[in-house]
Protein backbone atom coordinates (compact mmCIF):
# COMPACT_ATOMS: atom_id res chain seq x y z
CA UNK A 1 0.00 0.00 0.00
CA UNK A 2 1.65 3.36 -0.98
CA UNK A 3 1.35 5.61 1.97
CA UNK A 4 3.87 8.50 1.20
CA UNK A 5 2.64 11.74 -0.54
CA UNK A 6 4.51 11.78 -4.09
CA UNK A 7 7.79 13.84 -3.51
CA UNK A 8 7.13 15.79 -6.71
CA UNK A 9 4.67 17.71 -5.54
CA UNK A 10 4.72 20.85 -3.77
CA UNK A 11 2.43 21.98 -1.01
CA UNK A 12 -0.02 23.86 -3.61
CA UNK A 13 0.25 21.21 -5.81
CA UNK A 14 1.72 21.14 -9.43
CA UNK A 15 -1.79 22.63 -11.60
CA UNK A 16 -0.77 26.17 -12.85
CA UNK A 17 -4.52 26.18 -15.28
CA UNK A 18 -4.95 24.86 -18.31
CA UNK A 19 -7.74 27.12 -19.21
CA UNK A 20 -11.89 26.04 -19.59
CA UNK A 21 -13.96 26.45 -22.54
CA UNK A 22 -17.31 27.09 -22.31
CA UNK A 23 -18.18 23.16 -23.10
CA UNK A 24 -15.76 21.94 -20.69
CA UNK A 25 -17.50 24.15 -17.50
CA UNK A 26 -21.28 23.17 -18.76
CA UNK A 27 -19.77 19.32 -19.05
CA UNK A 28 -18.44 19.57 -15.44
CA UNK A 29 -21.32 21.66 -13.34
CA UNK A 30 -24.13 19.53 -15.00
CA UNK A 31 -23.62 16.45 -12.55
CA UNK A 32 -24.03 19.21 -9.68
CA UNK A 33 -27.09 21.22 -11.80
CA UNK A 34 -28.85 17.80 -12.32
CA UNK A 35 -28.42 16.44 -8.60
CA UNK A 36 -30.10 19.81 -7.45
CA UNK A 37 -32.45 20.23 -9.86
CA UNK A 38 -33.60 16.36 -8.82
CA UNK A 39 -33.25 18.01 -5.28
CA UNK A 40 -35.00 21.10 -5.81
CA UNK A 41 -38.15 19.43 -7.72
CA UNK A 42 -37.97 16.84 -4.49
CA UNK A 43 -38.78 19.67 -2.06
CA UNK A 44 -40.84 21.63 -4.05
CA UNK A 45 -43.52 18.84 -4.69
CA UNK A 46 -42.69 17.20 -1.24
CA UNK A 47 -46.59 17.81 0.32
CA UNK A 48 -47.68 15.55 -3.51
CA UNK A 49 -44.74 13.17 -2.75
CA UNK A 50 -46.14 12.94 0.88
CA UNK A 51 -49.82 12.11 -0.38
CA UNK A 52 -48.41 9.66 -2.74
CA UNK A 53 -45.96 7.43 -1.37
CA UNK A 54 -46.90 8.05 2.52
CA UNK A 55 -50.89 7.86 3.28
CA UNK A 56 -51.18 8.50 6.74
CA UNK A 57 -53.74 10.19 9.47
CA UNK A 58 -52.82 14.09 8.30
CA UNK A 59 -50.87 15.70 6.03
CA UNK A 60 -48.13 16.72 7.99
CA UNK A 61 -47.49 13.86 8.76
CA UNK A 62 -47.06 12.61 5.44
CA UNK A 63 -44.97 15.87 4.98
CA UNK A 64 -42.58 14.86 7.40
CA UNK A 65 -42.15 11.26 5.94
CA UNK A 66 -41.69 12.30 2.92
CA UNK A 67 -38.95 14.87 4.21
CA UNK A 68 -37.49 12.07 6.43
CA UNK A 69 -37.07 10.39 2.63
CA UNK A 70 -35.39 12.98 0.96
CA UNK A 71 -33.09 12.69 3.99
CA UNK A 72 -32.18 9.48 3.31
CA UNK A 73 -30.43 10.50 0.06
CA UNK A 74 -28.13 12.30 2.31
CA UNK A 75 -26.88 8.97 4.33
CA UNK A 76 -24.88 7.60 1.55
CA UNK A 77 -23.11 10.48 0.28
CA UNK A 78 -20.22 9.99 2.85
CA UNK A 79 -19.85 6.36 1.15
CA UNK A 80 -19.86 8.21 -2.25
CA UNK A 81 -17.45 10.36 -1.52
CA UNK A 82 -15.01 8.01 -0.21
CA UNK A 83 -14.73 5.36 -3.13
CA UNK A 84 -16.04 7.56 -6.19
CA UNK A 85 -13.42 10.62 -4.49
CA UNK A 86 -10.54 7.65 -4.14
CA UNK A 87 -11.48 6.18 -7.59
CA UNK A 88 -10.64 9.90 -8.83
CA UNK A 89 -8.01 10.82 -7.12
CA UNK A 90 -6.00 7.33 -8.73
CA UNK A 91 -7.94 6.68 -12.26
CA UNK A 92 -8.88 10.18 -12.98
CA UNK A 93 -11.26 13.05 -12.64
CA UNK A 94 -13.07 12.00 -16.09
CA UNK A 95 -14.14 8.42 -15.34
CA UNK A 96 -15.28 9.25 -11.84
CA UNK A 97 -17.63 12.11 -13.02
CA UNK A 98 -18.78 9.79 -15.76
CA UNK A 99 -19.73 7.04 -13.26
CA UNK A 100 -21.71 9.30 -11.16
CA UNK A 101 -23.75 10.52 -13.68
CA UNK A 102 -25.05 7.21 -14.83
CA UNK A 103 -25.64 6.74 -10.83
CA UNK A 104 -27.59 9.89 -10.87
CA UNK A 105 -29.42 8.32 -14.35
CA UNK A 106 -30.62 5.43 -12.19
CA UNK A 107 -31.87 7.15 -9.16
CA UNK A 108 -33.51 9.50 -11.30
CA UNK A 109 -35.46 7.38 -13.49
CA UNK A 110 -36.64 5.03 -10.26
CA UNK A 111 -38.18 8.11 -9.10
CA UNK A 112 -39.71 9.05 -11.81
CA UNK A 113 -41.63 5.48 -12.87
CA UNK A 114 -41.96 3.85 -9.06
CA UNK A 115 -45.74 3.14 -8.81
CA UNK A 116 -47.43 5.10 -5.95
CA UNK A 117 -48.70 3.49 -1.78
CA UNK A 118 -51.83 3.13 -3.55
CA UNK A 119 -50.46 0.72 -6.45
CA UNK A 120 -47.77 -1.52 -4.84
CA UNK A 121 -48.61 -1.03 -1.23
CA UNK A 122 -45.34 -0.53 0.84
CA UNK A 123 -43.05 -1.45 -1.77
CA UNK A 124 -43.22 2.01 -2.91
CA UNK A 125 -42.08 4.01 -0.12
CA UNK A 126 -39.14 1.35 -0.29
CA UNK A 127 -38.08 1.53 -3.97
CA UNK A 128 -38.91 5.13 -3.21
CA UNK A 129 -36.04 5.02 -0.17
CA UNK A 130 -33.60 3.00 -2.33
CA UNK A 131 -33.82 5.38 -5.59
CA UNK A 132 -32.53 8.60 -2.97
CA UNK A 133 -30.04 6.27 -1.67
CA UNK A 134 -28.57 5.86 -5.18
CA UNK A 135 -28.67 8.87 -5.93
CA UNK A 136 -27.23 9.58 -2.45
CA UNK A 137 -23.85 8.14 -3.44
CA UNK A 138 -23.89 9.29 -6.54
CA UNK A 139 -23.95 13.15 -4.95
CA UNK A 140 -21.34 12.34 -2.95
CA UNK A 141 -19.07 11.11 -5.27
CA UNK A 142 -19.71 13.92 -7.47
CA UNK A 143 -18.75 17.03 -5.74
CA UNK A 144 -14.97 16.09 -5.09
CA UNK A 145 -13.91 15.41 -9.00
CA UNK A 146 -15.93 18.06 -10.22
CA UNK A 147 -15.03 20.57 -8.24
CA UNK A 148 -11.65 19.51 -8.15
CA UNK A 149 -11.47 19.68 -11.87
CA UNK A 150 -12.52 22.90 -12.07
CA UNK A 151 -9.72 23.90 -10.00
CA UNK A 152 -7.05 22.36 -11.19
CA UNK A 153 -8.51 23.39 -14.79
CA UNK A 154 -8.89 26.92 -14.50
CA UNK A 155 -6.74 30.07 -14.98
CA UNK A 156 -4.86 30.50 -11.36
CA UNK A 157 -5.84 33.99 -11.49
CA UNK A 158 -9.97 33.05 -11.97
CA UNK A 159 -10.08 30.32 -9.86
CA UNK A 160 -13.42 31.30 -7.55
CA UNK A 161 -14.99 32.35 -10.61
CA UNK A 162 -15.08 29.18 -12.10
CA UNK A 163 -15.15 27.31 -8.68
CA UNK A 164 -18.32 29.44 -8.41
CA UNK A 165 -20.16 27.75 -10.99
CA UNK A 166 -20.79 25.17 -8.92
CA UNK A 167 -22.79 27.27 -7.04
CA UNK A 168 -24.27 28.92 -9.78
CA UNK A 169 -25.66 25.93 -11.56
CA UNK A 170 -27.58 24.97 -8.66
CA UNK A 171 -29.43 28.25 -9.26
CA UNK A 172 -29.81 27.63 -12.85
CA UNK A 173 -31.35 24.20 -11.43
CA UNK A 174 -33.50 25.71 -9.09
CA UNK A 175 -35.19 28.31 -11.70
CA UNK A 176 -36.03 25.39 -13.92
CA UNK A 177 -37.32 23.54 -11.32
CA UNK A 178 -39.34 26.58 -10.04
CA UNK A 179 -40.28 27.53 -13.30
CA UNK A 180 -41.33 23.91 -14.20
CA UNK A 181 -43.30 23.86 -11.13
CA UNK A 182 -44.85 26.90 -11.44
CA UNK A 183 -45.85 26.02 -14.73
CA UNK A 184 -47.64 22.30 -13.64
CA UNK A 185 -49.23 23.96 -10.95
CA UNK A 186 -51.14 26.66 -12.90
CA UNK A 187 -51.68 23.99 -15.75
CA UNK A 188 -52.99 20.74 -14.14
CA UNK A 189 -55.98 20.59 -11.47
CA UNK A 190 -54.87 19.57 -7.48
CA UNK A 191 -55.99 16.06 -8.40
CA UNK A 192 -53.51 15.42 -11.85
CA UNK A 193 -50.94 17.49 -9.71
CA UNK A 194 -50.96 14.99 -7.50
CA UNK A 195 -51.04 11.70 -9.26
CA UNK A 196 -49.18 12.41 -12.36
CA UNK A 197 -48.20 15.60 -12.62
CA UNK A 198 -45.17 15.57 -9.92
CA UNK A 199 -43.31 13.23 -11.35
CA UNK A 200 -42.63 15.52 -14.94
CA UNK A 201 -39.56 16.75 -13.06
CA UNK A 202 -38.08 14.12 -12.65
CA UNK A 203 -38.79 12.00 -16.23
CA UNK A 204 -37.57 15.66 -17.92
CA UNK A 205 -34.66 15.26 -15.78
CA UNK A 206 -33.58 12.24 -16.92
CA UNK A 207 -33.34 13.18 -20.35
CA UNK A 208 -30.55 15.43 -19.84
CA UNK A 209 -28.02 13.23 -18.41
CA UNK A 210 -27.28 11.02 -21.22
CA UNK A 211 -25.94 14.83 -22.88
CA UNK A 212 -24.11 15.21 -20.39
CA UNK A 213 -22.14 11.56 -19.82
CA UNK A 214 -21.35 12.00 -24.11
CA UNK A 215 -19.84 15.58 -22.70
CA UNK A 216 -18.06 14.02 -19.85
CA UNK A 217 -16.50 11.41 -21.86
CA UNK A 218 -14.58 13.49 -24.06
CA UNK A 219 -13.20 15.95 -21.00
CA UNK A 220 -9.52 16.59 -21.43
CA UNK A 221 -8.13 14.61 -18.20
CA UNK A 222 -6.55 17.20 -15.62
CA UNK A 223 -4.83 14.50 -12.87
CA UNK A 224 -1.48 13.96 -14.00
CA UNK A 225 -1.56 9.59 -14.14
CA UNK A 226 2.51 9.67 -14.58
CA UNK A 227 3.11 10.95 -11.30
CA UNK A 228 0.60 10.40 -9.09
CA UNK A 229 -0.07 6.46 -8.55
CA UNK A 230 -1.33 5.70 -4.80
CA UNK A 231 -3.27 2.95 -4.39
CA UNK A 232 -7.32 3.82 -3.20
CA UNK A 233 -6.24 2.76 0.93
CA UNK A 234 -3.57 5.06 0.57
CA UNK A 235 -5.16 7.85 -0.98
CA UNK A 236 -8.44 7.04 2.23
CA UNK A 237 -5.70 7.04 4.93
CA UNK A 238 -3.42 9.78 3.81
CA UNK A 239 -6.57 12.17 3.75
CA UNK A 240 -7.63 10.66 7.57
CA UNK A 241 -4.95 10.93 8.81
CA UNK A 242 -3.16 14.03 7.79
CA UNK A 243 -6.09 16.41 6.60
CA UNK A 244 -8.38 16.51 10.16
CA UNK A 245 -8.03 20.37 10.82
CA UNK A 246 -8.69 21.27 6.89
CA UNK A 247 -11.80 18.53 6.88
CA UNK A 248 -13.16 19.69 10.28
CA UNK A 249 -12.91 23.78 9.03
CA UNK A 250 -14.49 22.70 5.89
CA UNK A 251 -16.91 20.60 7.44
CA UNK A 252 -18.22 23.73 9.57
CA UNK A 253 -17.77 26.13 6.61
CA UNK A 254 -19.90 24.28 4.03
CA UNK A 255 -22.92 23.44 7.09
CA UNK A 256 -23.88 27.42 6.87
CA UNK A 257 -24.31 27.12 2.83
CA UNK A 258 -25.66 23.99 3.16
CA UNK A 259 -28.28 24.91 5.72
CA UNK A 260 -29.12 28.42 4.07
CA UNK A 261 -29.58 26.40 0.49
CA UNK A 262 -31.79 23.73 1.88
CA UNK A 263 -34.08 26.21 4.16
CA UNK A 264 -33.99 28.34 0.53
CA UNK A 265 -35.64 25.68 -1.17
CA UNK A 266 -37.91 24.99 1.67
CA UNK A 267 -39.66 28.23 1.39
CA UNK A 268 -41.77 26.93 -1.62
CA UNK A 269 -43.21 24.42 0.86
CA UNK A 270 -43.30 26.39 3.78
CA UNK A 271 -45.84 29.10 1.82
CA UNK A 272 -48.41 26.43 1.26
CA UNK A 273 -47.89 24.54 4.51
CA UNK A 274 -47.13 27.37 7.09
CA UNK A 275 -48.14 30.70 5.58
CA UNK A 276 -51.19 29.09 3.53
CA UNK A 277 -49.98 30.24 -0.23
CA UNK A 278 -51.73 29.32 -3.26
CA UNK A 279 -49.56 26.58 -4.96
CA UNK A 280 -48.78 28.67 -7.71
CA UNK A 281 -47.82 31.74 -5.76
CA UNK A 282 -45.57 29.84 -3.69
CA UNK A 283 -43.43 28.06 -6.57
CA UNK A 284 -42.42 31.65 -7.39
CA UNK A 285 -39.78 30.83 -4.49
CA UNK A 286 -37.74 28.51 -6.65
CA UNK A 287 -38.06 30.79 -8.95
CA UNK A 288 -36.48 33.52 -7.41
CA UNK A 289 -33.75 31.51 -5.53
CA UNK A 290 -32.55 29.99 -8.75
CA UNK A 291 -32.18 33.39 -10.85
CA UNK A 292 -30.70 35.28 -7.72
CA UNK A 293 -28.90 32.08 -7.16
CA UNK A 294 -27.01 32.42 -10.33
CA UNK A 295 -26.53 35.53 -10.34
CA UNK A 296 -24.59 36.34 -7.08
CA UNK A 297 -22.65 33.08 -6.98
CA UNK A 298 -20.67 33.93 -10.01
CA UNK A 299 -20.49 37.58 -8.92
CA UNK A 300 -19.50 36.42 -5.71
CA UNK A 301 -16.50 34.23 -7.42
CA UNK A 302 -15.69 37.21 -9.21
CA UNK A 303 -15.44 39.61 -6.86
CA UNK A 304 -12.94 36.76 -4.64
CA UNK A 305 -10.24 36.36 -7.45
CA UNK A 306 -10.05 40.45 -7.96
CA UNK A 307 -10.18 41.23 -3.67
CA UNK A 308 -10.30 38.58 -1.35
CA UNK A 309 -11.58 35.02 -0.84
CA UNK A 310 -11.70 34.93 2.89
CA UNK A 311 -14.02 38.27 3.39
CA UNK A 312 -16.22 37.26 0.19
CA UNK A 313 -16.80 34.27 2.36
CA UNK A 314 -17.29 35.51 5.73
CA UNK A 315 -19.22 38.81 4.98
CA UNK A 316 -22.43 37.83 3.84
CA UNK A 317 -22.83 34.95 6.23
CA UNK A 318 -22.12 36.90 9.25
CA UNK A 319 -25.09 39.35 7.39
CA UNK A 320 -27.31 36.40 7.11
CA UNK A 321 -27.24 35.22 10.46
CA UNK A 322 -28.01 39.30 11.13
CA UNK A 323 -31.16 39.80 8.74
CA UNK A 324 -32.82 35.88 9.56
CA UNK A 325 -34.94 36.82 12.34
CA UNK A 326 -36.20 40.10 11.02
CA UNK A 327 -36.44 38.54 7.99
CA UNK A 328 -38.75 35.79 8.82
CA UNK A 329 -40.74 37.69 11.37
CA UNK A 330 -41.63 39.95 8.62
CA UNK A 331 -42.54 37.54 5.91
CA UNK A 332 -44.72 35.51 8.67
CA UNK A 333 -46.70 39.02 9.46
CA UNK A 334 -47.43 40.14 6.23
CA UNK A 335 -47.90 36.35 4.19
CA UNK A 336 -48.34 37.93 1.15
CA UNK A 337 -46.22 36.88 -2.06
CA UNK A 338 -44.33 40.31 -2.63
CA UNK A 339 -42.65 39.70 1.30
CA UNK A 340 -42.18 35.72 0.69
CA UNK A 341 -40.07 36.57 -3.07
CA UNK A 342 -37.80 39.81 -0.95
CA UNK A 343 -37.33 37.40 1.91
CA UNK A 344 -36.09 34.54 -0.29
CA UNK A 345 -34.35 36.84 -2.42
CA UNK A 346 -32.67 38.39 -0.40
CA UNK A 347 -31.66 34.89 1.41
CA UNK A 348 -30.41 33.42 -1.94
CA UNK A 349 -28.67 36.56 -2.31
CA UNK A 350 -26.10 35.95 0.47
CA UNK A 351 -25.78 32.80 0.37
CA UNK A 352 -25.36 32.42 -2.95
CA UNK A 353 -23.01 34.91 -2.74
CA UNK A 354 -20.39 33.34 -0.60
CA UNK A 355 -20.79 29.75 -1.53
CA UNK A 356 -19.42 29.03 -4.32
CA UNK A 357 -16.03 30.78 -3.04
CA UNK A 358 -16.66 28.95 0.02
CA UNK A 359 -16.22 25.20 -1.84
CA UNK A 360 -13.92 26.14 -3.75
CA UNK A 361 -11.52 27.56 -0.70
CA UNK A 362 -12.16 24.16 0.61
CA UNK A 363 -11.24 22.37 -2.24
CA UNK A 364 -7.92 24.73 -2.74
CA UNK A 365 -7.00 23.64 1.10
CA UNK A 366 -5.95 20.00 -0.02
CA UNK A 367 -3.15 18.63 -2.32
CA UNK A 368 -3.85 17.49 -5.64
CA UNK A 369 -3.37 13.85 -5.26
CA UNK A 370 -6.12 13.41 -2.44
CA UNK A 371 -8.17 16.07 -3.88
CA UNK A 372 -10.93 14.72 -4.77
CA UNK A 373 -10.91 12.18 -1.93
CA UNK A 374 -11.05 14.90 0.82
CA UNK A 375 -13.43 16.92 -0.56
CA UNK A 376 -15.81 14.59 -1.47
CA UNK A 377 -15.57 13.19 2.42
CA UNK A 378 -15.83 16.94 3.29
CA UNK A 379 -18.26 17.77 1.46
CA UNK A 380 -20.83 14.57 1.81
CA UNK A 381 -20.40 14.69 5.95
CA UNK A 382 -21.36 18.19 5.89
CA UNK A 383 -24.03 17.71 3.63
CA UNK A 384 -25.44 14.63 5.28
CA UNK A 385 -25.44 15.84 8.83
CA UNK A 386 -27.22 19.23 8.07
CA UNK A 387 -27.87 19.40 4.60
CA UNK A 388 -30.20 15.72 4.92
CA UNK A 389 -31.55 17.11 8.59
CA UNK A 390 -32.24 20.56 8.03
CA UNK A 391 -36.39 20.72 6.14
CA UNK A 392 -37.03 17.70 8.47
CA UNK A 393 -36.01 20.16 11.43
CA UNK A 394 -37.53 23.39 10.17
CA UNK A 395 -40.75 21.28 9.34
CA UNK A 396 -40.60 19.70 12.92
CA UNK A 397 -40.19 23.05 14.66
CA UNK A 398 -43.04 25.13 13.29
CA UNK A 399 -45.52 21.72 13.50
CA UNK A 400 -43.99 21.42 17.37
CA UNK A 401 -44.25 25.29 18.65
CA UNK A 402 -46.34 26.53 16.03
CA UNK A 403 -43.88 29.65 15.46
CA UNK A 404 -43.31 30.36 12.01
CA UNK A 405 -40.10 32.20 12.76
CA UNK A 406 -38.75 29.27 13.85
CA UNK A 407 -36.76 28.30 10.43
CA UNK A 408 -34.73 31.59 11.62
CA UNK A 409 -33.06 30.08 14.48
CA UNK A 410 -31.47 27.34 13.13
CA UNK A 411 -29.82 30.09 10.06
CA UNK A 412 -28.94 31.99 12.98
CA UNK A 413 -27.05 28.63 15.01
CA UNK A 414 -25.04 27.82 11.42
CA UNK A 415 -23.77 31.06 10.11
CA UNK A 416 -21.52 32.67 12.52
CA UNK A 417 -19.22 29.18 13.32
CA UNK A 418 -19.37 28.76 9.59
CA UNK A 419 -18.10 32.20 9.52
CA UNK A 420 -15.59 31.50 11.71
CA UNK A 421 -14.43 28.45 10.09
CA UNK A 422 -14.17 30.32 6.77
CA UNK A 423 -11.78 32.89 8.32
CA UNK A 424 -9.52 30.16 9.47
CA UNK A 425 -9.20 28.05 6.44
CA UNK A 426 -5.97 28.07 4.42
CA UNK A 427 -4.81 26.68 1.11
CA UNK A 428 -2.70 23.79 0.95
CA UNK A 429 0.16 26.16 -0.50
CA UNK A 430 -0.58 28.38 2.62
CA UNK A 431 -0.81 25.80 5.42
CA UNK A 432 3.02 24.54 3.55
Known sequence: MNLTKPAYETPGG?????????KSVVATVLGNAIEFYDFVSYATFAAQIGRAFFPTGTAAEGLLLSLATFGAGFLTRPLGGVVIGAFADRKGRRP??????????LGTGMIAIVPSYAVIGIAAPILLVLARLIQGFAVGGEVGPATAYLLEA??????AEFGSWQSASQG?????AGLLGFTLAQSLDPASLDGWGWRVPFALGLLVLPIGLYIRRNLEETLDHGRVQPTSMGVVHHTATQHILPIVLGVLAIMGATVATYINGYMTTYAQKTLNMAVGKSMLATVVVGSVGVLAAVSGGILADRWSRRW???????????????AF??????RDVTALLLVTGLFTLL???????TIMQVTDSFPQWVRSTALGVTYAISVSVFGGSTQFIVASLIQITGDPVSPAYLLMAVSLPSALAAYYMRTAKEAG
Open 312 to 326: VMIAPRVILALVAWP
Open 172 to 176: VASLT
Open 329 to 334: LYVSAV
Open 14 to 22: PETGRGLDL
Open 351 to 357: NSFCSGV
Open 96 to 105: AMTLTIVLMA
Open 154 to 159: APVSRR
